[in-house]
């Protein structure tokens, strides 16, 4: 089983500071992946970034950087220079891998995602 | 490239009544998931389809549930009967099999409220 933890239930931060949004995550899996997804006010979710499990390097895109960290099990979002479009729920997510081969042979989906409960971040002028 | 769509936005139904949520993903996506958010919990996955078949169904509250996917295109999903408990965000997601990340691309959701 995979369980995703954030721990802050809102945060606040100043236009162009950075913010880190914690996500902490659980599972007995040998390969995953790890999302983080944004939901704006308007209700629908945006993939932000991705990390796997066996990247060696922090994922970046853009102004979003993911802070992995395997032995803490730690997969905290980081976003430089907020803006007010930043304003939203975060949601972290994480997906067992497995090879395509193997995926109808699996018995079990190994690609649906476990979310955490999010974290809403309002971004102040 | 269209999105993941679905339909309708908002559904407001009484108790006891029937609804059919409706999902059509990105052309060409052979994965269809479907995951629901009821107020202030986690977005919990309901099931997974490959093509038109189920992969997985273990998220699937109970038997009030029914979702089919004709022909690997598009899929409902109906509740029959709805009760309170049912009512929340319903997100659809496509994802390409075989894509590095598997990254999965939600559609805007359908509210259900049922009254």
């Known amino acids: 089983a995979q369980k995703i933890t954030q721990t802050q239930p809102g945060m606040f931060v100043q236009e162009k500071e950075a913010v880190t949004l914690d996500c902490t995550y659980d599972?007995?899996?040998?390969?995953?992946?790890l999302f983080w997804y944004k939901q704006p006010s308007s209700g629908e979710m945006i993939f932000l970034i991705y990390?796997?499990?066996?990247?060696?390097q922090n994922a970046t895109e853009g102004r979003y950087s993911l802070n992995f960290q395997k032995a803490r099990k730690s997969a905290n979002l980081v976003i430089s220079a907020s803006q007010l479009g930043d304003s939203a729920m975060y949601f972290c997510a994480m997906q067992p891998l497995a090879r395509v081969t193997t995926l109808r042979n699996s018995g079990g989906s190994n690609y649906k995602l476990t979310f955490g409960k999010g974290t809403l971040l309002t971004v102040n002028p | 490239e269209a999105g993941v769509t679905q339909f309708p936005s908002h559904s407001v139904i009484e108790k006891g009544q029937t609804v059919t949520l409706r999902c059509d993903p990105i052309?060409?996506?052979?994965?269809l998931y479907w995951y629901r958010r009821v107020m202030g919990k986690e977005i919990k996955f309901l099931l997974h389809?490959?093509?038109?078949?189920?992969?997985?169904e273990s998220g699937m509250p109970n038997n009030r549930f029914l979702a089919e996917r004709t022909g690997g295109t598009y899929s409902t999903l109906k509740v029959q009967p709805a009760e309170l408990e049912d009512s929340g965000v319903y997100f659809c997601a496509s994802s390409h099999t075989g894509a590095p990340s598997g990254e999965q691309y939600f559609g805007p959701g359908t509210r259900l409220t049922v009254t």
């Open positions: 389809f490959v093509k038109e078949s189920k992969q997985d």
């Open positions: 599972t007995s899996d040998p390969s995953y992946g």
């Open positions: 990390q796997g499990s066996y990247d060696q």
């Open positions: 052309s060409g996506h052979d994965n």
